[in-house]
C-alpha cells in the first residue's frame, strides 16, 4: 500500500482549487468536494485511505445520479 506523507503545501494547494471550482453548479460542488477529499490523504490531523475516497466519490456520484438528497 501506498504511504502519503504530510504535507501541508499539498493540502493547502487542493483545497485553494477546491475553492476555486467550487461555483453554481452541482457538478462544481462535486468537484470541489472530490478535491477536498483528495487533500485529506496528506493532511496529517485525517486518517484517510484511497479507499475510504474512492467510496466516498463513489456515493456522491450514486447519490447524485439517483436524484440527490432531497427525493
Not at 476555486?20 to 485529506?40: F, H, N, P
Amino acid at each position: 500500500m501506498t504511504e502519503f506523507e504530510s504535507d501541508e503545501e499539498r493540502v493547502e494547494c487542493l483545497r485553494e482549487i477546491a475553492d476555486d471550482v467550487r461555483g453554481g453548479s452541482s457538478e462544481s460542488e462535486q468537484i470541489a468536494a472530490i478535491l477536498y477529499r483528495v487533500s485529506d490523504l496528506y493532511d496529517a490531523d485525517e486518517e484517510t485511505t484511497p479507499k475510504d475516497i474512492y467510496l466516498n466519490v463513489r456515493n456522491i456520484l450514486n447519490v447524485k445520479e439517483s436524484g440527490g438528497l432531497e427525493r
